[in-house]
């Protein structure tokens, strides 16, 4: 199982930019699709997260601003990151797992996308 990532870039402080990523290998229906990411010197933290059914999941600091969608039929995620600031300047992976009582395991990663906002 292969999830390629794509989007990323540089942008200004209130900038827009979208984030794909697609899964593809074998026969792969990802319960839960979602992206984390990881300043350096930091732990990676969860972004947001959706199921098969859409149901959604955001991070308390880019709740109202990021939007997550799916494509089941193309086993595709976006992420729609909107009023962007210089704080969300990481890197970007694309992930896909299970949706546990509560808790998510992650099965696999992506290679990562730079995302960097300047002030």
């Known amino acids: 199982v292969q999830l390629q990532a794509s989007g990323g870039g540089l942008v200004q402080t209130g900038g827009s930019l979208r984030l794909s990523c697609s899964a593809s290998?074998?026969?792969?229906?990802?319960?839960?699709m979602g992206w984390y990411r990881q300043e350096a010197g930091k732990q990676r933290d969860m972004v947001a997260v959706i199921t098969r059914n859409h149901n959604t999941h955001y991070g308390d600091s880019v709740a109202g601003r990021f939007t997550i969608s799916r494509d089941n039929a193309k086993n595709s995620v976006y992420l729609q990151m909107d009023r962007l600031k210089p704080e969300d300047s990481a890197v970007y992976y694309c992930?896909?797992?299970?949706?546990?009582?509560?808790?998510?395991?992650?099965?696999?990663w992506g290679d990562g996308t730079q995302v960097t906002v300047s002030s």
């Open positions: 290998g074998s026969v792969f229906r990802p319960n839960l």
């Open positions: 992930a896909a797992g299970r949706l546990q009582p509560g808790s998510i395991d992650i099965e696999y």
